[in-house]
């Protein structure tokens, strides 16, 4: 792990190996709010971005697709520089080898403020198997779940640590959310369900999984949080002063 204190408008040059994943965050290290985009520092469009994954600061899970040198760019939205810096966080890690026939699921968990969880932390159980443990240090971790297509998993959450507004997690495969916890999280055996190493379908609550509606009918909504894409910005939001919110589309 490395950080950096950068300012908006600046960016930090890293040595990247392909197959290697990476996290870039700012999360709980600055109160304004932060941009993330990431560049081939030899040229070329961007490989990744992110405004708002945890509040309004930023993180990007990022598998390096060559070995060289990646820009990342610091901006503070919308694209300024400020006099303060915001930590950037950087963590490694060498690639998790599914097993044959099977893939990856990813279990993401963030500390908004950046000063960990203490005693709370995730419970995740494999196919019946003993559960395994964890949590966050700083402002964000990343398990990867090796599984095979009919598995299934269990999930739990203890709240034993202060700050539970601060913490939130979510179990992904290629980017779509199986689940999510919102913020705070419910304590307990929280999920339950069979992997299929197919990745889920965009929520409801972004925009791109937006339910059509062509006639008349009653819709709940039970969500609990934003979505995995910030829909809404200062650019987008119109009259909505607050940006996003929960909600379904």
């Known amino acids: 792990m490395?950080?950096?204190?950068?300012?908006?408008?600046?960016?930090?040059?890293?040595?990247?190996?392909?197959?290697?994943?990476?996290?870039?965050?700012?999360?709980g290290t600055?109160?304004?709010?932060t941009q993330i985009t990431l560049y081939n520092n030899a040229g070329g469009g961007s490989l990744g971005f992110n405004d708002d994954a945890c509040g309004l600061q930023s993180s990007i899970t990022w598998v390096a697709t060559?070995?060289?040198?990646?820009?990342?760019?610091?901006?503070?939205?919308?694209?300024?520089?400020?006099?303060?810096?915001?930590?950037?966080?950087?963590n490694c890690s060498t690639p998790v080898v599914p097993p044959p026939?099977?893939?990856?699921?990813?279990?993401?968990?963030?500390?908004?403020?950046?000063?960990?969880?203490?005693?709370?932390?995730?419970?995740?159980?494999?196919?019946?198997?003993?559960?395994?443990?964890?949590?966050?240090?700083?402002?964000?971790?990343?398990?990867?779940?090796?599984?095979?297509?009919g598995n299934s998993i269990v999930l739990t959450y203890s709240n034993a640590g202060p700050w539970q507004g601060e913490n939130s997690y979510s179990l992904t495969l290629g980017g779509g959310a199986v689940f999510s916890s919102g913020t705070p999280p419910a304590a307990g055996t929280v999920f339950a369900g069979t992997l299929t190493c197919v990745p889920p379908p965009a929520p409801p609550e972004d925009c791109i999984g937006s339910?059509?509606?062509?006639?008349?009918?009653?819709?709940?909504?039970?969500?609990?949080?934003?979505?995995?894409?910030?829909?809404?910005?200062?650019?987008?939001?119109?009259?909505?002063?607050?940006?996003?919110?929960?909600?379904?589309?």
């Open 66 to 90: 060559f070995t060289g040198q990646l820009r990342v760019l610091i901006d503070a939205f919308p694209c300024a520089n400020l006099s303060s810096c915001a930590t950037l966080t950087v």
């Open 211 to 249: 339910i059509t509606i062509c006639n008349g009918q009653s819709f709940n909504n039970t969500t609990n949080n934003t979505g995995q894409v910030a829909d809404l910005n200062l650019s987008t939001a119109g009259c909505l002063a607050n940006n996003e919110r929960q909600g379904t589309w």
């Open 101 to 149: 026939g099977g893939c990856i699921y990813m279990l993401n968990m963030f500390d908004s403020f950046g000063d960990g969880w203490g005693a709370s932390s995730v419970g995740v159980s494999i196919n019946g198997g003993p559960f395994q443990y964890y949590t966050v240090t700083g402002t964000n971790n990343s398990v990867a779940l090796p599984v095979m297509p």
């Open 2 to 27: 490395a950080s950096t204190c950068l300012f908006g408008g600046e960016y930090q040059l890293i040595n990247v190996v392909a197959g290697n994943t990476y996290t870039f965050s700012t999360c």
């Open 30 to 33: 600055t109160l304004w709010d």
